[in-house]
C-alpha cells in the first residue's frame, strides 16, 4: 500500500459516516483540553523513504544554522534588535554552538515532493500538545488501523528537558493565563507528566526568587521551561516576569530554552544559509542540501520594485503567521498596499522567493457538517538540541498556514513498508 492508496481508504471510511467520524473526534480533541484546535480529520501519511529524506533536511538546516549564528556573532551585519540587557548572553550562545535549544523548521513541499525551508523558530514549546491531542484523536477512530508510525514530539521533547524525568524535581513550564497556546502547553505538560516527569504550568507571577533560589509557592524550582522572551519581557509582562529574568540571570535555574535561541528567529539570517563563508565550515552534502532547498531571502529595501509573483513579504521578527503577504495571492493593489505599511512599519521586511505549495484535500468542517476542502499545507521538522524529535502538519484553506489563524495542525505518520 502507498501513502496516497491508504489516504483514499481512510477518507472513504470518514466519509462514509461523517457525523459520526466528527463527534467521535471532535470529542477526543474536547478530553484532551483540546477543543480550541480546528479539526481536520486526516493525518499526513508518507513513506519510509520520503520521512529519511525530510529528516536528512532538517538535519542540515540545523546544522546550517549553528554556522549562520557562529558567523553572525562574529560579524553581526543583521541589526536583530536584542532585548536591552540579555546582547551579551545573546552572542556568547551563537558563538559557543548553544543558541538553538529546540528548534521547529517550517517548510513547504512542491506537487513535485520538492522540499523547500521557510522559517527557523526557535527557542518556542507551541504546538507540540497540540500534536499529541491530535493524535490522540486520531486513535480514537475504530477505524484508523494499523501499520503506521509515528515519532511523538511532545515526548522526545520530554527526554530533551529531563533525560530522566523521575529525577529531574519541579519542571515548570511558564505560561502567560490566558495566552492563545495555554492550553497547548497545558497538553505538553500532561505528556511530560505521564513520562515520569514533575511538572506543572504556572504563570511567570507565581514564581518568587529569594534566597538564591526559584520558588513556586513553597516548592524549590529545578527548571523552568520558558515561552517566547519576547512574551516575557513585553511591556504588560515585564513585571510579571521579574522572579524568573533574576533567578536566569544568577544561573540560579536552569532554562530551556538558550536566551540565543531569539536570534535564530529573526528570518533575515536565512539569507546566511547561501554564504559561502558558512559553506565552507559544513560538510558538502549538507552544503548540497542547502543550495537545493533554501530559497533566496533579501532585505525589502534591496529591492527597487518587487514583483508580486515572484516574492513574499514577511518581517524578519514575525510570528503567527501576522504580517505576511504572499503574493500571487493577492491583487496588485494589496501586494503594493502590503509594501508601503512594510515600508512606514519601521520593522525589518524581508522578501522570500515564491514557491508553490503542495495543496490536499481535507474533511473540514463546513456550515457544521465534514466535507473535502482543499488546503495549503506546511510541514514542521524538530530538533531537540541535536536529536531530531520528529514532525507535525499543519493545514490551512488560505497560503499562509498558522493555528493562530484558524488553520490545523495533525502528525506525520510513516506507512509500514
Known amino acids: 500500500m502507498t501513502p496516497a492508496q491508504w489516504r483514499h481508504s481512510f477518507l472513504a471510511s470518514v466519509l462514509a459516516a461523517p457525523e459520526r467520524s466528527l463527534a467521535c473526534f471532535s470529542e477526543a480533541l474536547e478530553r484532551q483540553g483540546a477543543g480550541a484546535l480546528t479539526p481536520m480529520l486526516c493525518p499526513v501519511?508518507?513513506?519510509?523513504?520520503?520521512?529519511?529524506?525530510?529528516?536528512?533536511?532538517?538535519?542540515?538546516?540545523?546544522?546550517?544554522?549553528?554556522?549562520?549564528?557562529?558567523?553572525?556573532?562574529?560579524?553581526?551585519?543583521?541589526?536583530?534588535?536584542?532585548?536591552?540587557?540579555?546582547?551579551?548572553?545573546?552572542?556568547?550562545?551563537?558563538?559557543?554552538?548553544?543558541?538553538?535549544?529546540?528548534?521547529?523548521?517550517?517548510?513547504?513541499?512542491?506537487?513535485?515532493?520538492?522540499?523547500?525551508?521557510?522559517?527557523?523558530?526557535?527557542?518556542?514549546?507551541?504546538?507540540?500538545?497540540?500534536?499529541?491531542?491530535?493524535?490522540?484523536?486520531?486513535?480514537?477512530?475504530?477505524?484508523?488501523?494499523?501499520?503506521?508510525?509515528?515519532?511523538?514530539?511532545?515526548?522526545?521533547?520530554?527526554?530533551?528537558?529531563?533525560?530522566?524525568?523521575?529525577?529531574?524535581?519541579?519542571?515548570?513550564?511558564v505560561i502567560h493565563r490566558g495566552a492563545f497556546v495555554e492550553w497547548d502547553v497545558n497538553r505538553l505538560v500532561a505528556v511530560c507528566r505521564a513520562e515520569g516527569m514533575d511538572a506543572v504550568a504556572a504563570d511567570p507571577s507565581e514564581l518568587r526568587f529569594a534566597d538564591g533560589t526559584l520558588w513556586l509557592?513553597?516548592?524549590?524550582?529545578?527548571?523552568?521551561?520558558?515561552?517566547?522572551?519576547?512574551?516575557?519581557?513585553?511591556?504588560?509582562?515585564?513585571?510579571?516576569?521579574?522572579?524568573?529574568?533574576?533567578?536566569?540571570?544568577?544561573?540560579?535555574?536552569?532554562?530551556?530554552?538558550?536566551?540565543g535561541s531569539i536570534a535564530a528567529d529573526h528570518k533575515v539570517l536565512l539569507r546566511r544559509l547561501h554564504d559561502s563563508a558558512v559553506h565552507q565550515q559544513l560538510p558538502g552534502e549538507v552544503v548540497e542540501r542547502l543550495r537545493e532547498t533554501v530559497p533566496q531571502t533579501v532585505l525589502l529595501e534591496s529591492v527597487p520594485t518587487p514583483s508580486r509573483h515572484e516574492w513574499v513579504l514577511k518581517p524578519s521578527d514575525g510570528y503567527g503567521g501576522f504580517d505576511i503577504t504572499i503574493g500571487p495571492s493577492v491583487s496588485d493593489v494589496e501586494w503594493s498596499g502590503a509594501l508601503d505599511a512594510a515600508r512606514r512599519s519601521r520593522r525589518q521586511f524581508l522578501l522570500q522567493t515564491f514557491v508553490r505549495a503542495e495543496r490536499a484535500e481535507f474533511p473540514v468542517v463546513v456550515e457544521g457538517r465534514l466535507a473535502l476542502r482543499p488546503q495549503f499545507l506546511v510541514l514542521s521538522g524538530w530538533m531537540h538540541g541535536e536529536r531530531f524529535g520528529g514532525f507535525y502538519a499543519r493545514a490551512h484553506q488560505r497560503a499562509v498556514v498558522n493555528v493562530h489563524q484558524g488553520g490545523g495542525l495533525m502528525p506525520i505518520y510513516t506507512l509500514a513498508s
Request: proline share 5%; charged share 20%.
Open 217 to 259: 509557592g513553597a516548592r524549590r524550582v529545578s527548571k523552568v521551561v520558558r515561552d517566547s522572551i519576547e512574551e516575557l519581557l513585553a511591556p504588560e509582562h515585564a513585571e510579571a516576569s521579574q522572579a524568573l529574568m533574576a533567578a536566569w540571570a544568577a544561573n540560579a535555574v536552569e532554562v530551556v530554552n538558550p536566551i
Open 45 to 173: 501519511v508518507i513513506d519510509s523513504e520520503t520521512r529519511a529524506r525530510f529528516e536528512g533536511l532538517v538535519r542540515a538546516w540545523h546544522a546550517g544554522m549553528h554556522e549562520v549564528l557562529r558567523a553572525w556573532a562574529r560579524e553581526p551585519t543583521e541589526p536583530l534588535g536584542l532585548p536591552v540587557g540579555l546582547e551579551a548572553r545573546v552572542f556568547s550562545d551563537a558563538l559557543n554552538g548553544t543558541a538553538l535549544g529546540s528548534t521547529r523548521y517550517d517548510f513547504v513541499v512542491d506537487a513535485e515532493g520538492r522540499a523547500t525551508l521557510i522559517e527557523c523558530q526557535a527557542g518556542d514549546p507551541s504546538g507540540m500538545g497540540m500534536e499529541e491531542a491530535s493524535a490522540t484523536a486520531f486513535a480514537s477512530l475504530e477505524f484508523f488501523g494499523k501499520g503506521l508510525t509515528r515519532t511523538s514530539v511532545s515526548t522526545s521533547f520530554c527526554h530533551f528537558v529531563a533525560p530522566n524525568p523521575a529525577t529531574a524535581g519541579l519542571v515548570v513550564f
